[in-house]
């Protein structure tokens, strides 16, 4: 069975860092769009950056330009979000999605990806 399984949460203070990471079991995440999303309580689920397959074009919203970074380890079949310059407003459940039919680019945020991992926690406070 497919899966995503997301790591790295946590309560960071404002300012701080943290890395998440997105494991693939029985598939290549080199094969596919791999988004990084996110969702905070009452709010509707937000698409922030995304690594296409093969060329590995990264795009970014808005609200994490320049902050946050997507980066993807073939060996470790792994993708990975480094996130700095935390702020409370980035407390969210994260979420990473696999696009199976993208191929090259980065799907529009909005567009139903294939797999979805279970979310993890990030919380940023002092």
């Known amino acids: 069975q497919v899966q995503l399984v997301e790591s790295g949460g946590g309560l960071v203070q404002p300012g701080g860092s943290l890395r998440l990471s997105c494991a693939a079991s029985?598939?290549?995440?080199?094969?596919?769009?791999i988004g990084w999303f996110r969702q905070a309580p009452g709010k509707e689920r937000e698409g922030i950056s995304c690594?296409?397959?093969?060329?590995?074009?990264?795009d970014y919203a808005d609200s994490v330009k320049g902050r946050f970074t997507i980066s993807r380890d073939s060996a470790k079949n792994t993708v990975y979000l480094q996130m700095n310059s935390l702020k409370p407003e980035d407390t969210a459940v994260y979420y990473c999605?696999?696009?199976?039919?993208?191929?090259?680019?980065?799907?529009?945020?909005?567009?139903?990806?294939?797999?979805w991992g279970q979310g993890t926690q990030v919380t940023v406070s002092s």
């Open positions: 999605a696999a696009d199976l039919s993208a191929i090259g680019y980065c799907p529009d945020y909005k567009t139903a990806y294939d797999y």
């Open positions: 690594i296409s397959s093969s060329s590995g074009t990264t």
């Open positions: 029985r598939f290549t995440l080199d094969y596919y769009a």
